[in-house]
């Protein structure tokens, strides 16, 4: 006899990108910023390791919150922060969809973890391919669309998208958004890599939440901060479900480091912008077809040989990149933009392997 629950037996995990022990692994897998958090941000939360690590932090993150309503132009009522900006979609999961009967609506391909969030909750999955092109598709070719739900109870955007890189202009997000009755949450990961944003949309309507995150952008994966921008009423429901002191206390000194060196990180996203348009013209002149990227990383079909060889071919050269099996991106890598030196080691390991 199991002392498991049948649905708990029943799910298949997350499955997070290779973190390998080995040394000396270039790691262009998992979106990581090749740049460390800034000198100011490491001192201040060194400088907290001290006696008062017996303590318990804040339990709102409200000096965090505070700064991050500031940053935004909202009030602090306004913001809920979370171990990570996925603790907080799988909190809206628990605040907004109704088990075995609602819906989470999202597009395929997207963040693999909303499939995930959606049979925890054994909530009912509604999956709606994007076009070839991984563009977003207009209301009307939504409503063409026999799958599309604008009742649906939870929709999840990646905006940019997530594998494919394809950044989405506002208008049309806030197309989208005055179509759905049902909430919409806009995952920001990606965000400052790209040329817009719709945290706009989180302050005009009364049914958008958008998604940001300290790991990608702030290069503070390993401290996990996350946080959403809404509405008053939403953000009441999330802090409802949310356990007592969800977000710990290194991670809310060292983002609120982080929001007062913003100069030091803008910098970095430049650098990385400019870095992913070199790349993406060095591999077209070895044959790679790359979809625009607005993100920090870029989805890419390589020449010659299966992209899942390549995965590899690049491993054996001590390079990691990520390949997913999914049907609609098999053909191609998706691969982190790192730091010059990475990139240009990838660039002589590329034609090494065209060579081989
Ligand atoms: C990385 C990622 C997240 C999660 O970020 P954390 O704040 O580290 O939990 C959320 N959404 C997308 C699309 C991501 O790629």
New binding site residues.
């Given amino acids: 006899m199991s002392r498991i629950r049948k649905h708990v037996e029943r799910l298949l995990p997350y499955v997070p990108g290779e973190q390998p022990k080995a040394r000396g692994l270039i790691k262009l897998n998992t979106?990581e910023n090749p740049y460390p958090p800034s000198p100011k941000v490491l001192a201040a939360t060194q400088a907290a390791v001290d006696d008062r690590l017996r303590l318990y932090p804040n339990p709102t993150a409200k000096g965090l919150r505070t700064r991050l309503a500031k940053l935004h132009g909202v009030q602090p009522e306004n913001v809920i922060v979370g171990n990570?900006?996925?603790e907080l979609l799988a909190l809206a999961t628990r605040a907004f969809v109704e088990p075995a009967r609602d819906c989470v609506q999202y597009f395929t391909p997207s963040?693999s973890l909303y499939p995930v969030l959606t049979d925890i909750h054994n909530a009912r999955r509604r999956e709606v391919p994007l076009p070839v092109d991984f563009s977003l598709p207009t209301v009307q070719e939504l409503r063409s669309f026999k799958r599309w739900d604008f009742k649906a109870a939870l929709t999840f955007v990646?905006t940019p998208n997530?594998p494919s890189g394809r950044g989405y202009a506002t208008a049309n997000l806030e197309q989208l958004c005055r179509a759905q009755q049902g909430i919409v949450i806009l995952?920001e990961?990606y965000v400052d890599f790209a040329q817009e944003n719709a945290m706009a949309l989180a302050t005009q309507y009364d049914h958008v939440l958008v998604s940001r995150?300290f790991?990608?952008a702030y290069s503070l994966?390993f401290q996990?901060i996350?946080y959403f921008v809404g509405p008053a009423k939403l953000i009441e429901a999330l802090d409802k479900v949310r356990d007592s002191y969800n977000v710990n206390g290194l991670g809310q000194v060292a983002a609120e480091a982080t929001l007062k060196q913003l100069t030091y990180y803008r910098a970095n996203f430049r650098k990385i912008i400019e870095l992913r348009k070199r790349t993406v013209e060095k591999l077209a002149a070895l044959g790679f077809q790359t979809l625009p990227s607005a993100t920090n990383f870029i989805l890419t079909k390589p020449p010659r040989f299966a992209a899942r060889t390549w995965l590899k071919r690049l491993r054996e050269r001590k390079i990691l990149v990520r390949w997913f099996s999914d049907s609609r991106v098999k053909d191609y890598l998706r691969i982190t933009i790192g730091s010059e030196r990475e990139m240009t080691t990838l660039h002589r390991e590329v034609k090494a392997v065209l060579k081989g």
Avoid: I, L
Wanted: charged letters at 25%; proline letters at 0%.
């Fill in positions: 979106n990570g900006s996925d963040y990646t997530a995952d990961a995150t790991s990608k994966c996990r996350g």
